[in-house]
């Protein structure tokens, strides 16, 4: 099983203790984000001690403030790491709005840009800018391998679907309130699907009155699972094939 994306640092639990529950779960992969530089120099540190943990390595949309090409140049250096296997997690954020607009167009056209150059697959955050969000990817992003991180925009999928992008559910989609996600969920063929944890947020179900971590990934894919009316075993398999080719571990 395959945890395509967490936060280790932001999790309460030592790294030991996370990287060890999860493995005791299945969870054989796990990505561990970056979200400033700090965040990424510790996800480059957890990917370093830890064989099941690679990082990815970017500037989330919240903390985009007076990004630069001093801070992008900072962020290609990190992401020339053997062990960054993505870009980001960049974007847009209108619901908090704690950065600039202008900033966070700045900070995420440039990681699409620093994707393209690299090769690596770039993690897409987004939340209440989802229509400026995809114009950004339909006008920079072609050829760059797309990751919607945490997905939620179902009314959206058929764009998504016919560009290729890879779709990855976190805990989220278990939600009751969330049955159009779930549907969705249903419908990515497997080749683009992914399941991630987001921790510590987005708890799944099952576990909603804990913090989440790893190894509660499980949860979420045993939900896709079932709605896509396949064995947990099949989908494990599915996503491991996926993360796999779309992070060349």
């Not at 529950?21 to 992969?29: I, K, L, N």
């Not at 990424?40 to 090409?69: K, M, Q």
């Not at 992003?141 to 679907?161: K, N, Q, W």
């Amino acid at each position: 099983m395959i945890d395509s994306h967490t936060h280790l640092d932001s999790c309460e639990p030592p790294n030991e203790e996370l990287v060890a529950a999860a493995a005791e779960a299945g969870v054989d992969h796990l990505v561990t984000v970056g979200m400033d530089l700090e965040s990424c120099r510790s996800a480059l540190l957890a990917a370093e001690t830890f064989p099941p943990v690679y990082a990815a390595i970017g500037r989330h949309p919240n903390s985009a403030t007076g990004f630069d090409p001093g801070d992008l140049a900072q962020l290609r250096v990190l992401a020339a790491h053997d062990r960054c296997v993505a870009i980001g997690e960049t974007g847009l954020d209108f619901y908090r709005d704690s950065a600039p607009r202008a900033d966070q167009e700045r900070a995420f056209e440039g990681q699409i840009a620093l994707a393209a150059e690299t090769g690596k697959p770039l993690i897409i955050h987004t939340r209440a800018a989802e229509e400026p969000t995809l114009k950004m990817l339909r006008d920079h992003a072609d050829g760059v391998t797309v990751i919607l991180h945490c997905f939620s925009m179902p009314e959206h999928l058929d764009e998504v679907l016919d560009r290729d992008w890879i779709v990855s559910f976190a805990g989220n989609v278990t939600y009751p309130e969330n049955e159009a996600l779930a549907a969705a969920a249903a419908r990515v063929p497997a080749e683009r699907l992914l399941v991630e944890t987001d921790a510590p947020y987005l708890t799944p179900q099952p576990m909603r009155k804990h913090r989440n971590q790893p190894a509660y990934v499980t949860h979420t894919a045993r939900f896709v699972a079932q709605r896509r009316g396949v064995s947990l075993d099949e989908l494990d398999r599915d996503v491991s094939r996926t993360a796999a080719r779309v992070f060349g571990w």
